[in-house]
């Protein structure tokens, strides 16, 4: 039993049981793949895989197992190089946090701007997805760190905290009508077209549901990632803007009005969130408490020791 065998395995099951794919991803030839995946089986008594000829088309039961120990001895392995990196004390490598535009673009500039003065011979990458890439990313290992509002907290294979809570605004034309009501109602704002996120991100779910329950059925005219553009599209007055109250900046954005919407929308809140079990680098910690500052390694470090303790009972 090697470790190229158990990477073959895990990179059919993320591949699809796509061969060709899985050798691109190795850097090795499809018929190798294959014999590594074969002996393998010969070596445990087994076939991890259901094939129709020579295609693998799914995991056996015996296969969905293995496919779980394979995951955890592969995740063991590059927890023990990270740790020995660690405690060498090599403040170098590469740091990739999975992010939403909302997050990269009004949350996280500061943080990254410290991370860098510390640790200037680290590697960050900032890698911008939606919210269930983002757990993609996080439970392939693709990503060390994951922020963003949704999908995090309630993904079994993640460990989240929460990172800070934030609120809706409105954004409108300096002459638009709700500048001149004191406190606009859902019915007031629901008269008008409006400009928002598309479904799915940065607290949509949240703007969606108190029109819902207010029985309003609102004219969404333009749905987009970035605040940006919503707001571009509100200072041309084609809508009423709803954005995150991090995207408003009252300098840059002259052009609009801001309305507090504390009482017409629920509040959002951000979510950090790693892999169960994998060892984080200290300069991982360290970027999560810059995001977070309640988030301390101690904190972090016990709560991935309890989930981690969770998972194994479960298993």
């Known amino acids: 039993m090697n470790f190229q065998q158990l990477r073959s395995i895990r990179e059919a099951v993320r591949r699809q049981f796509n061969l060709t794919e899985v050798a691109n991803a190795?850097?090795?030839?499809?018929?190798?793949?294959?014999?590594q995946i074969r002996e393998l089986e010969e070596e445990l008594?087994?076939?991890?895989?259901?094939?129709?000829?020579?295609?693998?088309?799914?995991?056996?039961?015996?296969?969905r197992e293995i496919v779980r120990i394979v995951e955890r001895l592969l995740l063991e392995a590059e927890?023990?190089?990270?740790?020995?990196d660690d405690f060498a004390g090599r403040h170098t490598g590469r740091l990739t946090v999975a992010t939403t535009h909302t997050q990269a673009r009004y949350a996280l500039p500061k943080v990254v701007q410290s991370f860098r003065r510390a640790y200037p011979h680290v590697t960050l990458a900032?890698?911008?997805?939606?919210p269930t890439h983002i757990v993609e990313l996080l439970l392939t290992g693709q990503a060390d760190i994951g922020i963003a509002t949704e999908a995090l907290a309630t993904e079994a294979g993640l460990t989240s905290f929460e990172a800070y809570t934030w609120q809706h605004v409105l954004v409108v034309s300096p002459d638009h009508p709700l500048t001149r009501?004191?406190?606009?109602?859902?019915?007031?704002?629901?008269?008008?077209?409006?400009?928002?996120?598309?479904?799915?991100?940065?607290?949509?779910?949240?703007?969606?549901?108190?029109?819902?329950?207010?029985?309003?059925?609102p004219e969404i005219v333009l749905t987009a990632l970035d605040a940006d553009v919503i707001k571009t599209y509100a200072e041309l007055d084609?809508?009423?803007?709803?954005?995150?109250?991090?995207?408003?900046?009252?300098?840059?954005?002259?052009?609009?009005?801001?309305?507090?919407?504390?009482?017409?929308?629920?509040?959002?809140?951000?979510?950090?969130?790693?892999?169960?079990?994998?060892?984080?680098?200290?300069?991982a910690h360290d970027f999560i408490n810059m995001f977070a500052p309640h988030l301390s390694r101690d904190t972090v470090t016990i709560a991935l020791s309890e989930s981690e303790a969770q998972q194994a009972?479960?298993?």
């Open 238 to 283: 084609l809508g009423v803007g709803i954005i995150a109250s991090m995207a408003y900046d009252e300098r840059k954005d002259s052009g609009l009005v801001r309305i507090s919407a504390d009482h017409l929308f629920d509040s959002n809140t951000t979510s950090v969130a790693v892999r169960r079990g994998a060892y984080l680098r200290g300069y």
């Open 313 to 315: 009972l479960a298993a």
């Open 26 to 35: 190795l850097y090795t030839s499809q018929p190798g793949v294959s014999r």
């Open 79 to 84: 927890n023990l190089r990270q740790a020995g």
């Open 126 to 130: 900032l890698q911008e997805a939606s």
């Open 45 to 63: 008594g087994v076939e991890i895989f259901e094939r129709y000829g020579k295609r693998l088309t799914g995991l056996t039961e015996p296969g």
């Open 181 to 217: 009501l004191p406190e606009p109602t859902l019915e007031d704002v629901a008269g008008f077209p409006l400009i928002t996120y598309d479904a799915g991100f940065t607290g949509r779910r949240k703007i969606d549901g108190a029109f819902a329950e207010a029985g309003l059925q």
